[in-house]
DNA sequence: GTTTATGCAAATATTTTGCAACGTT
DNA sequence: AACGTTGCAAAATATTTGCATAAAC
């Protein structure tokens, strides 16, 4: 798949793309990746992570997130209409990430289009708050 | 205002608001806020800038924005329910910026804590796609 | 064998911090 | 006068780039 756009299949972006795809909802900053796949094949360098990073993003085989806390992380693509549609809830509390989907938007876009001739191909949304675990560690605190 | 918390009200900090403030719409950078007040006030260090941001952050005077350009953005918190609900249209063509306001985000918000015990307290919704000036171009240029 | 990719180190870019001097209260 | 704040320079962080070597085709 990636022969037929002329690039090579190396050893390092097959272990780049297994240490995202195996890390399931893990959205690992380029640092993250460069550890994990240094265990495998630790000559790796940085500058790899890095350029192969952005390779994945232009073939969209992976997506960047912002969570705002100062790295950009990435994940798989679940490519096309899914990925449109695939959302992050952020906890402040712990961090965690949790993925979900929805497709509440689709409505809020066509209604733009409308109104303003602005035409929405892609969005981000990011909703912070806390996790049941963190409401409940609150509260303890409070009371 | 600022007074109030112990702080002190210098004239870098009123700079800083007012260029956030007079700038209407405008998404600024540090290094734009920077440049704007060293106009009227050519001593001041980028260091201030970026420590009064932080202030301002912490104070719910400003918030950030992160247009995904590698900058990070600041702008006037419209504070409270409002800002909750203030979100962006990014142009990919101009990298214009137009800011709206929809609560389309309310009942999914209601939806999750049902669902998952999640409680949302912010949010941030940003949408890529093409003003009408950008799609116009872009069709002049494919036909 | 040719071309593309890698690793290293150095370069950029953005933001943060230590500290003496300064401004606000 | 006391304390918070500033400006500068240096440090820390994150990412990119040049270039000779190495790997893939």
């Keep these: 798949m990636l022969r037929e756009k002329g690039l ?5 972006r097959l272990l780049i793309l297994e240490a ?27 500058a790899t992570v890095y350029r192969t990073i952005q390779l994945l993003l232009n073939l969209d085989l992976i ?6 806390d100062g790295y950009v992380r990435y994940e798989i693509g679940k490519s096309g209409e899914r990925s449109h549609r695939h959302h ?11 993925s979900f989907q929805n497709d509440l938007l689709d409505d809020l876009e066509s209604q733009i289009y409308e109104s303003t001739s602005f035409q929405v191909v892609n969005h981000e949304v990011k ?17």
């Design 8 to 12: 090579k299949v190396t050893k390092q």
């Design 63 to 68: 997506e960047s997130v912002h969570l705002e």
């Design 88 to 98: 992050h809830l952020i906890c402040l509390g712990c961090k965690k990430v949790i």
């Design 127 to 143: 909703l912070y708050g806390y996790c049941r675990e963190c409401l409940e560690n609150r509260r303890k605190r409070i009371t």
């Design 20 to 46: 995202l795809g195996s890390c399931g909802d893990g959205h690992l900053t380029a640092e993250e990746i460069y550890e994990i796949v240094k265990k495998g094949y630790p000559k790796i360098g940085l």
